[in-house]
């Protein structure tokens, strides 16, 4: 294909590009910029918009590129999305699994917590242990959805 660039702070979108050894040019048709937009994109010196790492993710089939603008780029996700390590299926479905696992033996007590819509001072530890594994399940479902967009 085209030549790869040699500069060794490449992002994450154009290292993408070029594992699949897609030249800038037929990139651009695939998802519909122009050569020299996506450069500007690929350096930093475009912003990136949603719509255009939605394009790439499609068309170089790399679901992970969404979280990855979600959990750097974007304002409000850089707060609230953890960046997602790609795995294989097999260690994302153990993880999904071992978490299911920890919410399920923490169910009967996330209820007596919650019923009287009161969080004491003695219950806060154990409702802080419960969201965090909470969150340790969410994460293993997004990269399960990642790893399983992948594997289209």
């Not at 050569?35 to 170089?60: C, F």
């Not at 974007?74 to 294989?88: A, Q, S, Y």
């Not at 699994?97 to 920890?102: G, I, M, Q, W």
């Not at 009967?108 to 919650?114: D, S």
Request: glycine letters at 2%.
């Amino acid at each position: 294909m085209g030549r790869m660039s040699v500069k060794d702070d490449k992002t994450v979108y154009q290292l993408a590009r070029e594992e699949l050894d897609l030249s800038r040019e037929k990139a651009s048709e695939l998802i519909g910029v122009s050569p020299s937009t996506l450069e500007k994109l690929e350096n930093g010196d475009t912003r990136i918009q949603p719509d255009h790492v939605n394009a790439m993710s499609d068309a170089y089939k790399k679901a992970e590129l969404r979280n990855y603008y979600c959990s750097h780029e974007c304002p409000i996700g850089i707060r609230d999305v953890p960046e997602l390590e790609v795995k294989d299926l097999a260690r994302v479905a153990l993880e999904v699994s071992v978490a299911l696992d920890n919410i399920k033996s923490q169910e009967e007590r996330l209820r007596a917590i919650c019923v009287d819509d009161v969080i004491s001072d003695t219950e806060q530890k154990e409702i802080s242990k419960i969201l965090d594994d909470l969150d340790k399940l969410s994460t293993a479902i997004d990269s399960l959805k990642i790893a399983v967009e992948n594997m289209k």
